[in-house]
């Protein structure tokens, strides 16, 4: 069995660029969403001329769209992940596009496109989303919910304050103040785990925003203790949680 320093040499030194969880195969699990968001955006996909993914990370679930509208547009801020969606859409016809995800303009046109998507988007901008929609177009996000993986979160940054600005029914009055119309809102609680600290090092490295400046010297003896609970236990669990929101542009 792998030791402590061992398992976390093995996790800082595996590569994060793109959003591609594969690493993890075999040490961490999340259960899914009912509403499969994937196949959703292929549907809709299916039917847009102009579509636009935003934060697309390197691209992953754009490649795998089983047909791209005649315009196919994936925006993102890291360059890291700029470089790997780039790779992996040219060739397939798509554009990738330079955007902050930390500031609120979107480098585009108003009315540029009929579907926009964003899975996990670290924030949405919902009075660009609706300026750059075409009137009749559909914005289709699966986000993360509120307190999404606390138990993690509070295992190295202790008790956290109620609320949270990820909250779908603020989300729901963000997008209608912005002029747009929420058709759907769905909500769901999954179960994440965790077999080995590995798994936990390399999460957190790629999900920046669960534990904010997280680093293995600043956590070590938080990522030890966390071993042993695993080593006690089998595994760590959390629950992590999603919501669903599709909303239109009024014609």
């Not at 976390?8 to 994060?16: D, F, L, T, Y």
């Not at 992940?81 to 585009?108: S, T, W």
């Not at 609320?163 to 909500?187: F, H, I, K, Y």
Request: net charge negative; aromatic share 10%.
């Amino acid at each position: 069995m792998a030791t402590f320093d061992q398992l976390v040499a093995e996790a800082v030194a595996a590569p994060i660029e793109g959003w591609d969880f594969g690493w993890l195969d075999g040490r961490a699990t999340e259960e899914r969403p009912s509403w499969g968001y994937a196949g959703l955006v292929a549907e809709r996909a299916a039917d847009a001329s102009r579509m636009l993914d935003i934060q697309s990370g390197g691209g992953e679930l754009l490649a795998g769209l089983p047909a791209f509208p005649q315009l196919l547009v994936a925006s993102e801020g890291w360059p890291p992940n700029l470089e790997v969606a780039a790779a992996r859409l040219r060739p397939l016809g798509g554009q990738v596009v330079a955007a902050h995800d930390d500031r609120p303009a979107l480098p585009f046109a108003d009315d540029s496109f009929d579907l926009i998507t964003s899975r996990h988007p670290v924030t949405t901008w919902w009075d660009e989303i609706a300026r750059v929609m075409a009137p009749g177009g559909t914005y289709l996000s699966q986000e993360v919910g509120p307190h999404s993986l606390r138990e993690l979160r509070e295992f190295f940054l202790g008790p956290q304050p109620p609320g949270s600005r990820r909250d779908p029914d603020l989300a729901r009055r963000n997008a209608e103040t912005a002029g747009l119309v929420v058709e759907d809102l769905q909500e769901a609680r999954l179960c994440t785990t965790f077999d080995d600290v590995g798994a936990v090092v390399y999460f957190l490295r790629l999900v920046v925003w669960i534990v904010p400046g997280f680093t293995v010297e600043r956590y070590r003896d938080r990522l030890r203790a966390l071993h042993e609970e695993i080593g006690r236990n089998g595994q760590f669990r959390a629950t992590a949680t999603r919501f669903l929101i599709r909303a239109s542009k009024p014609g």
